[in-house]
């Protein structure tokens, strides 16, 4: 892991832009919604930029293409990056499944932190099931696993236990980028 101090670049807020990130239902939306209002920050859901082609894409069972994704990786860390230049500092919700992925939102925010909640293959089909009224069906959980490229140690990465109840993923995040900002 490369010290946060080092990567810190010009944030107003203090606290670098965070991605949580991970498979489909690994809890992204819920952890990184508390852990903004936690860090008194904005939360972006990267969901909620994918263009209506990608939505349409998931929604029919097609997994999306890693050009599929550019515009909307672009589009996370664009909104990433106008936060923290306004001084609000920010939490996305974005899978990052790739490190090309990663690579991109750092392009436009260089001292992001990624917070990777891993679970397993059985537990993502089962709370993507559950879920109501979102576009990403169950079927396409296997491909998300067969994309994923977890954090290397180079990276600016925490990966957490997402079985852990959210309470207990923010203060383990909190703490991380506390450590963080101590150098």
């Known amino acids: 892991m490369l010290q946060m101090d080092e990567r810190r670049g010009s944030e107003t807020a203090g606290t670098p832009p965070v991605v949580v990130m991970g498979v489909a239902g690994c809890g992204k939306t819920a952890v990184g919604s508390a852990l903004a209002q936690a860090l008194g920050t904005a939360f972006v859901e990267g969901d909620a930029l994918h263009p209506p082609e990608n939505v349409a894409l998931m929604a029919s069972g097609q997994p999306l293409t890693d050009a599929d994704r550019a515009g909307w990786l672009e589009a996370v860390g664009e909104e990433l990056a106008a936060k923290s230049r306004a001084g609000l500092g920010a939490v996305a919700a974005c899978s990052a499944l790739k490190r090309r992925y990663r690579d991109q939102l750092r392009r436009a925010n260089p001292a ?46 925490l990966a957490l236990d997402g079985l852990l109840p959210v309470d207990e993923l923010v203060a383990r995040a909190i703490a991380f980028l506390r450590k963080g900002e101590q150098g």
């Open 112 to 157: 992001a932190i990624f917070l990777h909640l891993v679970i397993d293959a059985e537990t993502a089909r089962r709370r993507v099931k559950l879920r109501k009224g979102h576009f990403m069906p169950e079927s396409l959980v296997e491909s998300q696993f067969a994309a994923l490229e977890p954090p290397g140690p180079d990276e600016a990465a």
